[in-house]
């Protein structure tokens, strides 16, 4: 039974196991939850590195291919083609149950509670600053609820951007994500749609209580889609006389055109949102440019 967990840099996955039955050895095949693996080091509660242990002794394992859960059974198998085997069942019979059953959203909050499937509704909350943070804390601790059988709990929280860690935490508490001026990069938004996981963005205060309430009282406002055309990493910013700033850019996705809103995101925050001014090429006026291209955008009144 696999008891605790932890990364190690320098090491990898390392997994605290508690022999119940048989005996492990270096070389052996294994599997646990939703992991498999090959055991490369044992070492004991002593910290001495050993080649094979028995039942009913704890030990360290390395040699996981990812990272296993607390509580998971350890077991040993043949080869690695059984282990993958068997993981992949697991695997396909988990995203059969996330099809099944439909991930917490604030969309579907209020039902979910008419129907007595939660009692409270898990946060998880990112926000630009510090003083954004304990600012929005309070202010969702204040929200009345008429429902009292129903409670609201920041599970986590903290300054930056969204992370995949906040994402798996989600997924595995129930929760929803909210950011306050942030953006999470294509590559978070992708793993959250995967793990149908509700990401939540503002820029206003009440605007972010306003909907918590109403889809407590289950009177949200349908949720618009929005989609993204492109990305563009800033190189170099070049100083026009009276025309401005124009960022000498690479379009890493997508496309970028005139005719598109922009954001201006910098180390996750956002830090401008408006419309395309210009768009160049060797100093050419063009409509757009594609992914590996470089170019010069100009934003309105930026």
């Given at each position: 039974?696999?008891?605790?967990?932890?990364?190690?840099?320098?090491r990898?996955?390392?997994?605290?196991?508690?022999?119940?039955?048989?005996?492990?050895?270096?070389?052996?095949?294994?599997?646990?939850g939703?992991?498999?693996?090959?055991?490369?080091?044992?070492?004991?509660?002593?910290?001495?590195?050993?080649?094979?242990v028995?039942?009913?002794?704890?030990?360290?394992?390395?040699?996981?291919?990812?990272?296993?859960?607390?509580?998971?059974y350890?077991?040993?198998?043949?080869?690695?083609?059984?282990?993958?085997?068997?993981?992949?069942?697991?695997?396909?019979e988990?995203?059969?149950?996330?099809?099944?059953?439909?991930?917490?959203?604030l969309?579907?909050?209020?039902?979910?509670?008419?129907?007595?499937?939660?009692?409270?509704?898990?946060?998880?909350?990112?926000?630009?600053?510090?003083?954004?943070?304990?600012?929005?804390?309070?202010?969702?601790?204040?929200?009345?609820i008429?429902?009292?059988?129903?409670?609201?709990?920041?599970i986590?929280?903290?300054?930056?951007?969204?992370?995949?860690?906040?994402?798996?935490?989600?997924s595995?508490?129930?929760?929803i994500?909210?950011?306050?001026n942030?953006?999470?990069?294509?590559?978070?938004?992708?793993?959250?749609?995967?793990?149908?996981?509700?990401?939540?963005?503002y820029?206003i205060?009440?605007?972010?209580?306003?909907?918590?309430?109403?889809?407590?009282?289950g009177?949200?406002?349908?949720?618009?889609?929005?989609?993204?055309?492109?990305?563009?990493?800033?190189?170099?910013?070049?100083?026009?006389?009276?025309?401005?700033?124009?960022?000498?850019?690479?379009?890493?996705?997508?496309k970028i055109?005139?005719?598109?809103?922009?954001?201006?995101?910098?180390?996750?925050?956002?830090?401008?949102?408006?419309?395309?001014?210009?768009?160049?090429?060797?100093?050419?006026?063009?409509?757009?440019?594609?992914?590996?291209?470089e170019?010069?955008?100009?934003?309105?009144?930026?």
């Amino acid at each position: 039974l696999i008891i605790e967990t932890k990364l190690d840099k320098k090491r990898g996955i390392i997994a605290s196991v508690l022999i119940q039955d048989g005996a492990l050895k270096i070389s052996d095949y294994f599997i646990a939850g939703l992991s498999y693996g090959k055991i490369k080091s044992l070492t004991d509660d002593k910290g001495k590195s050993i080649k094979k242990v028995g039942p009913s002794t704890p030990v360290e394992i390395i040699g996981f291919y990812k990272m296993p859960q607390a509580g998971d059974y350890f077991q040993i198998v043949p080869d690695d083609k059984l282990a993958k085997i068997i993981i992949n069942e697991r695997e396909d019979e988990e995203r059969s149950k996330i099809i099944q059953e439909p991930s917490l959203s604030l969309d579907n909050l209020f039902l979910e509670i008419k129907e007595g499937k939660i009692d409270k509704l898990n946060i998880i909350l990112k926000t630009d600053t510090q003083g954004s943070l304990d600012a929005l804390q309070e202010a969702i601790k204040k929200i009345k609820i008429e429902n009292e059988e129903v409670k609201i709990v920041i599970i986590h929280s903290g300054v930056g951007n969204i992370t995949e860690t906040d994402v798996m935490l989600a997924s595995a508490s129930q929760a929803i994500i909210i950011g306050f001026n942030i953006r999470p990069d294509t590559n978070i938004q992708k793993i959250a749609k995967s793990e149908k996981i509700d990401i939540r963005l503002y820029k206003i205060i009440y605007d972010l209580l306003d909907e918590i309430k109403s889809a407590l009282k289950g009177f949200l406002k349908p949720k618009i889609e929005e989609y993204v055309c492109g990305q563009a990493e800033v190189r170099e910013i070049f100083k026009i006389p009276k025309i401005g700033s124009i960022a000498g850019s690479y379009v890493l996705s997508g496309k970028i055109s005139k005719s598109d809103n922009i954001r201006v995101i910098r180390d996750g925050k956002l830090i401008y949102e408006g419309k395309v001014s210009s768009l160049r090429r060797f100093k050419e006026d063009i409509k757009e440019v594609n992914a590996d291209f470089e170019c010069g955008i100009g934003i309105e009144k930026f």
